[in-house]
């Protein structure tokens, strides 16, 4: 198996037949049909079944195409970086971000890219964190940044800021806003949660106090739209930080009130792959990102303190 017959591949399962990969890649349809045959015999298991109108993956298809895109995405990525240009930060990089994060400095840090590094290629994704570390284990994105990563030895994690929850939701239904409210008494009102998983980690530091609150938990939403309706019509309460619902909260239809007895916290990371080593481009993003967050904490736009 060798790099062109996983792009070849990789184009077959991508446009669905012989004659569409070949046109994008401009070789014959008979060079394809020719370089297939090779890989499943040297594979010795079909990765295709032909139908008439076209192909359609194999189970061992699948997982072939999870490896050699991700394989393909690491040659790019090495070709550009020992380019002589490179030092001059070009290329693609692939972020993916927590809600929050792109809320405090996602703009700023498309602004700056634009600005600053024109042969920078970036691509930024939101998602909830459970997600995006999904994304970063398939190589789908270069780097993350995420709340309360699980343990994970083939994650590089470097924590970056921490952050105080709040209880959010309509006054009538939470209280005054900025009144404390206990734990115990947080437990008595309707809350909508993340679904359960490695999103509904993120949601706070305390395993066994998110393990309480999932059980009292009235709804398991893992949507930020779905959650931000529910909370509009008085469905229930989420916890959240001040950036969570932040133009809601600014308008007033929603308040905010801290948590307390015990405070609730969570941690941001920024993550990457154990295994692959960053390239020019992704350590200038990466510094570029810290730069951001930092900015953001002193100038109170992130309420939040720098990770200890």
């Known amino acids: 198996m060798d790099s062109r017959q996983l792009r070849y591949f990789a184009a077959i399962h991508d446009h669905g037949s012989l004659s569409g990969a070949a046109n994008h890649l401009h070789v014959a349809t008979s060079a394809l049909s020719h370089h297939l045959a090779n890989l499943e015999a040297d594979l010795g298991?079909?990765?295709?079944?032909?139908?008439?109108?076209?192909?359609?993956?194999?189970?061992?298809?699948?997982?072939?195409?999870?490896?050699?895109?991700?394989?393909?995405?690491?040659?790019?990525a090495a070709e550009q970086d020992v380019r002589g240009e490179a030092r001059d930060v070009a290329g693609e990089v692939s972020i993916g971000m927590a809600h929050s994060a792109v809320?405090?400095?996602?703009?700023?840090?498309?602004?700056?890219?634009?600005?600053?590094?024109?042969?920078l290629k970036l691509s930024l994704s939101e998602s909830l964190s459970g997600s995006t570390l999904v994304h970063l284990m398939s190589s789908e994105v270069d780097l993350a940044v995420v709340y309360n990563p699980p343990q994970d030895?083939?994650?590089?994690?470097?924590?970056?800021l921490e952050e105080r929850m709040v209880c959010v939701g309509?006054?009538?239904l939470i209280g005054k806003a900025d009144v404390?409210?206990?734990?115990?008494?947080?437990?008595?009102?309707?809350i909508i949660l993340l679904k359960q998983g490695l999103s509904a980690r993120a949601l706070m530091d305390d395993?066994?106090?998110?393990?309480?609150?999932?059980?009292?938990?009235?709804?398991?939403?893992?949507?930020?739209?779905?959650?931000?309706?529910a909370l509009g019509a008085g469905l229930g309460c989420a916890i959240g930080t001040s950036l969570f619902m932040q133009d809601q909260l600014r308008s007033g239809d929603l308040v905010s009130r801290p948590i307390i007895a015990p405070e609730l916290s969570r941690t941001l990371y920024i993550c990457e792959l154990s295994e692959r080593p960053a390239t020019f481009a992704?350590?200038?993003?990466?510094?570029?990102?810290?730069?951001?967050?930092?900015d953001a904490i002193s100038t109170g736009r992130w309420e939040a303190v720098p990770a200890k």
């Open 103 to 119: 809320k405090a400095i996602g703009l700023e840090l498309i602004e700056t890219v634009l600005r600053d590094y024109p042969r």
């Open 170 to 172: 309509r006054p009538e």
């Open 282 to 294: 992704l350590e200038r993003v990466r510094s570029l990102i810290l730069q951001l967050i930092f």
């Open 153 to 160: 030895t083939t994650l590089r994690t470097q924590a970056v």
């Open 207 to 229: 395993v066994n106090l998110l393990k309480k609150l999932e059980t009292r938990a009235r709804l398991h939403l893992n949507s930020v739209s779905a959650i931000a309706g």
């Open 180 to 190: 404390p409210i206990t734990f115990d008494d947080l437990l008595e009102l309707p």
């Open 45 to 76: 298991t079909k990765l295709f079944i032909r139908r008439p109108r076209g192909l359609t993956p194999t189970a061992a298809g699948e997982r072939l195409y999870d490896h050699a895109r991700a394989i393909l995405r690491s040659m790019e």
